[in-house]
């Protein structure tokens, strides 16, 4: 039977916020002023010092909302797709790539499941050749751009929800599941599977670790993920082109050798 590995991401594959990260191509894009992104890093700065409480972490669900409001949802997704290869593919752990590829290696299901908001995710996912997203879910209006309502905040309680709704879903039996996180925050999720890790964890999932009896991991060094480039019909056809011209070419010229 297939089962799932479930990582969170911010701190635990990547080295820092994805919002953070973001921060310089979304000014860039006109989705926020520098002002805004200076607020935006101030509220996830006791986050990545010294990790979320539930509180904290509904601090930053209420923060994310108001500063996107009015953002046009296709156009955030966009904007991060353009900017993974600067911003995201750098500042990933090699030891939770590693991690991720030894899962998919054994024919675990790869679920990134992150509170960030799904437009955020989605991109940074199908960098990291995840099968699955779990995110947190912005309200959009008609016009396809967000409403400042977090209809679904995929963080403490809600995420473990969400992965478990999943998991029945997909029939995964989550005993055999794994789960990878650095915050107290994602306790319940790491108590709904079989094989939990606490990934350098704040101090409050530490000392639960340590009671609990799960491993600790320490990720440190950093890596450029490779990106997943699938080449389209063009690029595969103009070397071939190419080859076929040179070799007609030289063909043509060895033949009027030959007749000399």
Not at 5 to 31: M, Q
Not at 212 to 218: D, K, N, R, V, Y
Request: glycine share 6%; net charge negative.
């Amino acid at each position: 039977m297939a089962c799932a590995a479930f990582f969170d991401l911010d701190k635990t594959i990547l080295d820092t916020s994805s919002n953070v990260a973001l921060s310089g191509p979304f000014i860039e894009a006109g989705l926020m002023s520098r002002r805004t992104a200076v607020a935006s890093a101030l509220v996830h700065l006791p986050y990545l010092l010294s990790g979320a409480d539930e509180s904290r972490m509904q601090q930053m669900a209420d923060a994310m909302g108001r500063m996107a409001r009015g953002w046009d949802a296709a156009f955030l997704e966009a904007t991060v797709e353009d900017a993974l290869e600067k911003t995201i593919a750098p500042v990933c752990y090699a030891q939770a790539l590693q991690r991720i590829e030894q899962h998919k290696r054994a024919g675990d299901v790869i679920v990134i499941a992150s509170a960030s908001v799904e437009q955020v995710v989605r991109p940074i996912a199908k960098m990291l050749g995840a099968d699955e997203v779990l995110a947190s879910c912005a309200a959009v209006d008609e016009d396809g751009c967000f409403t400042g309502e977090v209809t679904h905040f995929n963080q403490a309680q809600g995420k473990a929800d969400a992965c478990e709704a999943l998991a029945a879903a997909r029939g995964w039996d989550l005993t055999q599941c794994y789960a990878y996180s650095d915050s107290v925050s994602d306790a319940p999720l790491l108590r709904l599977v079989g094989h939990p890790f606490a990934v350098n964890p704040d101090r409050a999932l530490r000392e639960m670790a340590e009671n609990e009896g799960w491993p600790i991991l320490t990720f440190m060094s950093t890596v450029r993920v490779l990106p997943r480039r699938v080449p389209t019909a063009a690029k595969i056809a103009l070397p071939f082109a190419v080859g076929v011209a040179t070799g007609v070419a030289a063909c043509a010229l060895a033949r009027r050798r030959l007749g000399r």
